[in-house]
């Protein structure tokens, strides 16, 4: 087992194991359980269980043998595919940086008024419950095409929106990441500096406007 390619599959998102199980099949073209087990080096158990999770991701596909066998769906194209979706998340980030950048000038010490804080949960599910607890009309949503689902709704007015945020007429929170990508810990920046909240207020207006669903 290749532990630095193992390792470079892990940074496209994959995890010890699918990254491990992927490996040896890019090695092997297909096989089934047993045999990607073995050269995965992880118990048979467990290969079956990532197999048919990455069938359902669509990078694997089965072959109706008995046994039964897998093998990548594109293996030339696997790597491009990962790297190109790498390099649009980068993309993403980068646009969410300087959104973050225009967005919130106020924290320079000078506009600082207010008790700005940051909460921390370990699920999407315990961030919107309490953001839920603040809610109250006029709210504004703004939300990534990652967090679509979660957002969409809360408030009076949802836009899409390059980064994540709920804005309610007391206190402006915003996701250090999108709340649709899986992650240990959410950190949540909860602003209640009115000029912050009314420098949202224009924002929105003037560029997501357009965008209003």
């Known amino acids: 087992m ?48 990532v197999l048919k999770s990455l069938v359902k991701k669509g990078v694997l596909a089965e072959i109706g043998t008995r046994p039964l066998r897998f093998a990548i769906v594109d293996p030339d194209g696997l790597l491009d595919k990962l790297y190109e979706e790498k390099r649009r998340e980068v993309e993403r980030l980068k646009v969410e940086v300087e ?30 419950k309490i953001i839920k607890e603040s809610v109250k009309s006029p709210t504004i949503v703004g939300y990534t095409r990652e967090s679509e689902r979660i957002l969409k709704g809360i408030g009076d007015v949802s836009y899409r929106s390059p980064v994540d945020f709920v804005l309610t007429p007391d206190v402006l929170f915003i996701p250090l990441n999108p709340l649709g990508n ?13 000029y ?11 560029v997501l ?4 669903e």
């Open 2 to 49: 290749d532990e630095h390619a193992v390792e470079t599959l892990k940074k496209f998102g994959f995890r010890e194991y699918e990254a491990k199980v992927i490996y040896a099949l890019l090695r092997l073209k297909e096989a089934d359980v047993k045999l990607v087990s073995k050269y995965a080096e992880i118990p048979r158990t467990k290969a079956y269980e």
């Open 99 to 128: 959104t973050l950048k225009h967005l919130l000038p106020a924290l320079s010490e000078e506009r600082k008024s207010g008790e700005n804080y940051i909460f921390k949960a370990g699920s999407v599910d315990d961030v919107v």
């Open 182 to 194: 899986p992650q240990r810990e959410y950190v949540v920046v909860a602003f209640t500096n009115p």
């Open 196 to 206: 912050v909240m009314e420098m949202i207020r224009r924002w929105v207006e003037e």
């Open 209 to 212: 406007s357009e965008g209003k």
